[in-house]
């Protein structure tokens, strides 16, 4: 994926991009480095989100931003669920309570913590794509 991002990045004329290879785990930033982290429904794959937020709150500047669009749950996640891998994959079964989200972030040293609510999955978003088979979680 690397190098098909340098590809990408020459056949568009732009020059003022770097491509690195990391993790969310272990980013190969120096401290207080970028002035903005994004991440776009990942951290919820994360076995260790915490690991993941020390990460993000390291490589940003003083002021930094970090934007996030991720699934929290507003109540908790049943086993079931936690325990399927499809549901992993969708996202669902990472989700930490809004509470338990926004405690881990002011835990690493976020300020101004805000959760904005786009979008409101109901069970029957789920259902309608998942159905539980001998205790297990499959696609419909």
């Known amino acids: 994926m690397i190098e098909q991002a340098r590809k990408n990045a020459v056949d568009a004329g732009v020059n003022n991009v770097e491509f690195l290879l990391g993790s ?3 980013i ?8 903005v982290v994004i991440s776009n429904c990942v951290i919820n794959l994360a076995a260790d989100k915490d690991v993941v937020l020390r990460e993000a709150f ?3 500047k003083p002021g930094g931003v970090f934007a996030v669009s991720d699934i929290v ?6 086993e079931a669920v936690r325990k399927s891998k499809v549901m992993w994959a969708c996202c669902v079964a990472g989700a930490l309570l809004e509470s ?4 881990k972030l002011e835990g690493v040293g ?3 913590v805000k959760v ?12 309608r794509s998942m159905t539980i088979v ?6 419909s």
Not at 100 to 103: A, D
Not at 134 to 139: E, I, L
């Open 24 to 26: 969310m785990e272990k």
């Open 28 to 35: 190969p930033l120096l401290e207080a480095s970028v002035d």
């Open 58 to 60: 390291r490589v940003l």
């Open 73 to 78: 749950a507003t109540s908790p996640v049943p």
């Open 100 to 103: 338990e989200y926004v405690e």
């Open 110 to 112: 976020f300020i101004e």
């Open 116 to 127: 904005e609510e786009i979008r409101k999955y109901s069970e029957s978003d789920v259902s």
């Open 134 to 139: 001998d205790g297990r979680w499959r696609k």
